[in-house]
């Protein structure tokens, strides 16, 4: 990922397509104030840019973002520590039905 700045605002999304079906996204759209040489001020329009490798496929342009924002595989990370916590918050993280997953996240937690 990384940060672009456009004098003019651009859509969000996947914007560009070539040739060799790579592309990129345009996310996290926000504005600053820069100092313009003639002495007034103009609007820059700041993106995160992630290049994905195959834009002709939605599961993979997503699968690219988040390796990206997640290189090692932090997501799995994230995800099984919200499951334990709605599991907790629901009173349910102590039952019979949840013990394998009791187990495998306090090895995880562990580790």
């Keep these: 990922m990384?940060?672009?700045r456009f004098y003019e605002q651009k859509p969000t999304g996947l914007v560009k397509l070539t040739g060799d079906n790579t592309g990129l996204?345009?996310?996290?759209e926000r504005t600053e104030q820069e100092s313009a040489e003639?002495?007034?001020e103009r609007t820059v329009y700041v993106y995160d840019v992630y290049e994905?490798?195959?834009?002709?496929?939605?599961h993979k342009v997503k699968n690219d973002v988040i390796e990206s924002e997640h290189p090692f595989g932090d997501?799995?990370?994230?995800?099984?520590?919200?499951l334990a916590k709605m599991l907790k918050?629901?009173?349910?993280?102590?039952?019979?039905?949840?013990?394998?997953?009791?187990?495998?996240?306090?090895f995880c937690e562990s580790v």
């Excluded at 997501?75 to 919200?82: G, H």
Aim: charged share 40%.
């Design 52 to 58: 994905v490798s195959d834009a002709r496929d939605p």
């Design 2 to 4: 990384r940060t672009e």
């Design 89 to 106: 918050a629901s009173k349910k993280y102590d039952t019979d039905d949840f013990a394998e997953f009791k187990a495998y996240n306090e």
């Design 75 to 82: 997501e799995t990370k994230i995800l099984r520590k919200t």
């Design 38 to 40: 003639e002495g007034g």
């Design 25 to 28: 996204v345009y996310t996290n």
